[in-house]
């Protein structure tokens, strides 16, 4: 399946299916990560990702958001 790149995202604008935007910041990751549904990026179906808010540590989830920034150079 293919998702939104995660290269370059953390920091800048992301056009959601309602047409709204937000800021890929830390917090709209970490609950995107919890809660994929909340808040669907557009052009991606609902349901695509699952949640993985009770999988996931919370150190894991902001493991993979440091990993992220990283990728957008922060």
């Keep these: 399946m293919v998702g939104p790149t995660w290269k370059g995202l953390y920091g800048h604008e992301v056009e959601l299916e309602d047409g709204t935007t937000v800021i890929a910041d830390e917090a ?24 993985y808010g009770a999988i996931l540590t919370d150190e894991d989830i902001i493991d993979i958001v440091a990993y992220i920034r990283s990728l957008a150079g922060e």
Aim: a positive charge.
């Design 28 to 51: 709209y990751l970490i609950e995107s990560i919890k809660d994929p549904g909340a808040k669907i990026v557009k052009g991606f179906p609902a349901g695509a990702m699952p949640p």
